[in-house]
């Protein structure tokens, strides 16, 4: 057996505690085969030679908890991050830009704005957007996705009254000085509003482009963790795409919630269980959503938000529901992914498992707590004694870390998204970064991990960092086995996939302070070049 291709003069770090270390690498058939001199040893007539001249090779990164279609469909909608709008001014103008080329009675969507980034500190208000496109309805989401604003159009098209009452688990929120809405709409309230769904066409097209992103930032599975019947559709569909390579692992949204379609009973009337599919497209199991978000000032506390004594977050559901969800889904070897922002979220999800499942059923199942930023030592206890896996957005510490500052106060912000503490526990932590809540860049995670450091420069919990490599690991290794993918991916082991990422420098060897301006300048799946700045594999 000769191999397909054998990388040579390489600094591999495989991520395998058996061979961590490797300067040549052999491919076959799409998996790895060999290493240093048996790799050497592999070489035939026909094999590609490549010499990467001492570049790191680190596995490909997996995003374990990402939107990657909501991602997508920000590429067909006004891009309203800080970088791009970072004042009112410039949102609205990007509104009357849109407006004019726009057919009247058409819907307005933007994505991203970030009122903690902004000049202002505050969201456009129903008067600014109503003056910015009176012939338009308009819907512009927060970057936590939580909330989103809209214009007087918007309420009209949708059959809403001047005033609505607020749904359960959503608000209206009211301008105290007119007793009128002020546009800012939060978590269920956002469903009330009739904007229209995109084509499976337009998605499948946005999605390749997506593909594209991620592959740049060394991206090579991703976890969608809220997919409807909708979005099953265009996966399905682009499936048979030959250049989409994306690994995809898929989170099936439980129940309507948040305007989205939920297929619970769906699935446990056709006898899916979690691991039905490929290895190149699997379903996961089922999500549920308890809160919202920091940012939002909608996740569950026990304690009020910094600034209003009467806000301590939004709960989307009853104990007693979740539990019998949770319930049916354990019991027909389903997983399930629960949505954990507050403590009092995390009790709830907590509850829910333990109710359905023993410690070792648990254990076997690999039963998520999404984002667990505010886990109690009690709660962290538990999540280690019952094997469940803290899906940590530790990428929140950098691109939104300043708004937890100003949400929580210090003395709790010291405690988000606890990586050594998860450690200490022995609980399973990947990182991911609610792609498009925030940067997708695996790096910008690592970085938030190691440094605790803000975009905006101030330091979050530094007794919770960790070193390089356990940040590595989270999006490698410990990503892989939170998708019970660890036999296939997560590591460059003999027998898995050769999906690899090159890195211009060595994260291991840097200032941690420079990690996040690392770059990804190939990105290989399953031996085939997907991503590359420049041709780095020249042949030897």
Known sequence: MFADLI???????????RYPKAERLAVKDGKVIAFDQQAQQLKG????????????????????HAHPLHYAANLLQLDLRAEITPDIESILHAVREKAKVTPK????????????????????????????APDHPVFLKR?????????????????????????????????????????????????????????????MDAMMQAQEQFFRWGITTIHDMAVTPKEMTVYQQLQKEENFRLKTRLWLWAI?????????????????????GNDRLNIQGLKYMLDGSVGGKTAALYEPFEGNENTRGILYMKQDHLNELVLQAVKNNLRVSI????????????????????????K????????????????????????IIAASSIGFIYSIGDSYLANLGPE?????????????????????????????????????????????????????????????????????????????????????????????????????????????????????????????LNKA
């Open 7 to 17: 990388i040579t003069n390489a600094d591999i770090y495989t991520m395998d505690e």
């Open 45 to 64: 007539p026909s094999t590609k030679l490549v010499n990467l001249h001492n570049k790191t090779v680190l596995p490909g990164f997996i995003e374990s």
């Open 105 to 132: 009675g058409e819907w307005i969507l933007g994505m991203g704005w970030d009122d903690s980034k902004m000049k202002e500190k505050r969201f456009p208000t129903i008067e600014e957007l109503s003056e910015a």
């Open 143 to 203: 970057t936590c996705v939580h909330n989103a604003v809209v214009n007087r159009k918007a309420f009209d098209v949708s059959g809403l009254p001047e005033i609505p009452e607020d749904p359960q688990g959503g608000h209206f929120h009211i301008n105290p000085d007119t007793g009128k809405p002020s546009g800012l709409i939060q978590e269920n309230a956002m469903q009330e509003f009739a904007v229209p769904p995109f084509t499976t066409k337009q998605m």
């Open 256 to 276: 309507d919630l948040m305007g989205w379609t939920g297929v619970q009973e769906e699935v446990l009337s056709l006898g899916i269980e979690s691991g039905f």
């Open 339 to 362: 949505h954990g922002i507050g403590e009092r979220a995390i009790d709830m999800a907590l509850e829910a498992m333990t109710q359905a499942a023993t410690p070792e059923e648990n």
């Open 364 to 387: 076997k199942m690999r039963n998520r707590i999404e984002h667990c930023a505010l886990p109690t030592d009690e709660q962290l206890k538990k999540i280690a004694d019952y094997g």
């Open 412 to 536: 709790r912000a010291e405690h988000v998204f606890p990586h050594a503490s998860f450690k200490k526990y022995g609980i399973i932590a990947p990182g991911n970064s609610d792609l498009p809540v925030c940067d997708g860049n695996p790096l910008y995670g690592i970085y938030s991990a190691v440094t605790r450091k803000t975009i905006g420069g101030q330091q979050i919990g530094t007794a919770e960092s960790i070193s390089i490599e356990d940040a590595v690991k989270a999006y490698t290794f410990d990503a892989a086995y939170s998708g019970f993918d660890e036999d296939k991916i997560g590591s460059l082991s003999i027998g898995k996939y050769a999906d690899f990422i090159v890195l211009d420098q060595d994260p291991f060897q840097s200032d941690p302070d420079t990690i996040k301006d690392l770059k990804v300048i190939q990105t290989v799946v399953e031996g085939d070049i997907v991503f590359e700045v420049e041709p780095v």
